[in-house]
């Protein structure tokens, strides 16, 4: 068990997502500092906007656990505000986990990944961390088994805090897992708009992984069976 660290925990689908309980149980494993500060409600592809000129509740749910009315971005801001006393470099920010994937141009628009790279922001180790959906019930197997051991390797992988990690799991048993790869980002876009009528437009947020993806490309190897993770600039 290592304490050593302080385990920041956030994400974009809110405090009661299944997801962040999986986290929690997760970090669990590795320590026994956690802190959360997760969004009152769903922020999906709220991407880094932040609430500005308003006040920005902020209320304890549990020990060491806040609900935040705002963005991943705020929680982010407001959660470092409150722990402000900890030596940053001490901390480990963990966004996520994120129901469906985020590849491609995907982190142009995901909460997930903003929350990881406002971390970056102000020089704190992040990472975002999602899941395939596939639109049907998610298989957390391979995630629970592989999640501990990709990030207590990630805590002592020396890389600059200016950089975060964007890691994606397919939804599958931890025997269908081919192995981890370092990739690309893909070209992967936003779902393609649907008209409901003349006044009306609805933008899904899943959509299939494109035929046209390339090998070493976080969309191409996810399909393939292997848990991808890319890493980004701030």
Known sequence: ????????????????????????????????????????????AKSHSITINKNINIRMSNKKEYIINGTPSDCVILGLEKIKNKKKKSIFLISGINEGVNLGYDL???????????????????????????????????????????????IKFKLSNNFFLNVNFPSSDKKQIKGI?????????????????????????????????????DEFELRQGFITITIHDK
């Open 1 to 44: 068990m290592n304490n050593k660290n302080c385990f920041f925990l956030t994400n974009d689908d809110g405090y009661n997502a299944a997801g962040l309980k999986y986290l929690k149980k997760i970090v669990k494993q590795i320590s026994n500092n956690i802190w959360v500060f997760a969004p009152a409600k769903n922020q999906s």
């Open 108 to 154: 142009l628009y995901s909460g997930t990944v903003a929350a990881a790279r406002e971390g970056a922001l102000n020089n704190i180790k992040s990472m975002a961390i999602s899941i395939d959906k596939c639109d049907k019930k998610i298989n957390w197997k391979a995630l629970e088994y592989f999640a501990p051991k990709i990030i207590d390797e990630l």
């Open 181 to 217: 790869k370092v990739v690309k980002m893909s070209q992967r876009k936003p779902g393609k708009l649907k008209k409901i009528d003349n006044n009306n437009y609805i933008m899904p947020s899943e959509r299939k992984i494109l035929k046209s993806a390339k090998a070493n490309e």
